[in-house]
């Protein structure tokens, strides 16, 4: 028999080649900034920590499905905030963390050999998903390029370039699938962090975007950012209830649940609309510094009207910027991380301590114009 290793049809994992970088970086004097990874930086809610060590005494299985409690906490959550209407209990499911989640879908959803629709500027795990399950992959952002499609995968508020997906794009997505049979899969997982009153984002599952038909549609949503619980491994699904029945079979004889205290956890998080806001309003403040800074030294900073990242570009290669960068000890993620589209821009994260953020807004003022 022989056998092509997984491993061998995926891309390079994009972060080893920031190593050089890093390293860079790593030996400034004062330290190294690092806004390469969106990985929080702040404390979990006490709240959370509570729920979590008050369920680690249970020893059952966990429900794949989740406790009854989290799908109501989810569902009403999603209402709460977001203006989702028409969840049943039946249209939710948690997963272990929304990479985990996105990476298996294809596969889940038996696509092997069907294709895939990517954002021109995407997440590497939507690629990353598709080439797991053999699927073919097309890069896309208007539906008229969709082709044949059987899974469209979008990203709005987007990582890494902030842009936020009008009702009029959303309807037209949902509109092109329709038409066309396919699942558009919306990774929502920057809803909370929203920053410009004139874009804020929509959910896939608006009643705007819908007119009160989910058919099709999933959206994946996070606790990682807003509620700093990445280490949690915590997000779940929403939307057709017949997709989400589906996914939740295959993902029972795969073992893929969410452990029970975590379940608990996820529970405190979605009930506390408070520490949620408190967490956004850190970001606020720290991308008003860093957005600042980055215009000073001659960044323009494109879209970012939401989400955890700055995408900025000096007109500049990439890695030319990230070396910039590095030398002065930040380090940020290449645009050429997320296709080709973005070789002349940087993704700046927000996720800094107050302390690093006012460190690289003093070396940036420091350095003065980049060239």
């Known amino acids: 028999m022989t056998r092509t290793p997984l491993g061998s049809v995926l891309p390079d994992f994009p972060w080893n080649s ?5 390293a860079k970086a790593a ?11 969106g990985t929080p930086v702040d404390e979990v809610s006490p709240s959370v920590q ?32 977001y203006e989702i209407v028409g969840l049943g209990d039946k249209s939710v499911l948690p997963v272990v963390g929304t990479k985990e989640a996105i990476a298996w879908l294809p ?33 896309a952002d208007d539906p008229a390029d969709f082709q044949d499609a059987a899974l469209v995968f979008i990203n709005s508020p987007s990582n890494p370039t902030g842009k936020v997906l009008s009702v009029d794009e959303l309807r037209a997505i949902v509109a092109w699938a329709r038409e066309n049979n396919a699942i558009v899969a919306s990774d929502e997982c920057y809803m909370a962090l929203a ?10 599952l608006d009643p705007r975007v819908t007119d009160g038909d989910m058919t099709g549609l999933i959206a994946m949503h996070s606790l990682s950012k807003s509620a700093n619980m990445a280490s ?3 997000g779940f699904f929403a939307g057709d209830a017949e997709l989400i029945a589906e996914l939740l079979e295959v993902r029972k004889h795969a073992g ?42 001659g960044f323009v900073i494109q879209h970012s009207e939401a989400g955890m990242y700055l995408w900025a570009t000096s007109g500049n290669n990439c890695r030319d910027d990230v070396a910039w960068l590095a030398d002065l000890g930040i380090l940020v993620a290449p645009g050429d991380f997320y296709g080709e589209v973005g070789e002349r821009f940087i993704r700046v994260g927000l996720n800094g301590t107050d302390e690093r ?8 003022t420091a350095a003065g114009q980049r060239n």
């Open 18 to 22: 920031l190593a050089e970088a890093k």
């Open 27 to 37: 030996s400034h004097p004062e330290g190294i900034v690092d806004l390469s990874v």
């Open 50 to 81: 509570l729920a979590l060590s008050s369920a680690a005494s249970l020893s059952g299985y966990p429900q794949t499905m989740g406790t009854p409690e989290l799908r109501e906490a989810i569902s009403s959550a999603l209402e709460r905030r």
């Open 107 to 139: 596969t889940l959803l038996g696509l092997r050999g069907e294709t895939v629709v990517i954002p021109s500027v995407a997440y590497p795990t939507y690629e990353v998903g598709a080439k797991i399950a053999g699927a073919e992959i097309i890069r």
């Open 195 to 204: 920053w410009e009153d004139d874009h804020p984002p929509v959910s896939i």
């Open 232 to 234: 949690y491994r915590a």
């Open 256 to 297: 893929l649940m969410v452990p029970g205290p975590v379940q608990a956890a996820m529970v405190a998080a979605l009930n506390d609309d408070a520490t949620e806001a408190l967490q956004v309003h850190r970001y606020a403040l720290r991308r008003a510094k860093l957005m600042r800074a980055l215009s000073d030294v």
């Open 357 to 364: 953020i006012d460190a690289a807004c003093a070396r940036l």
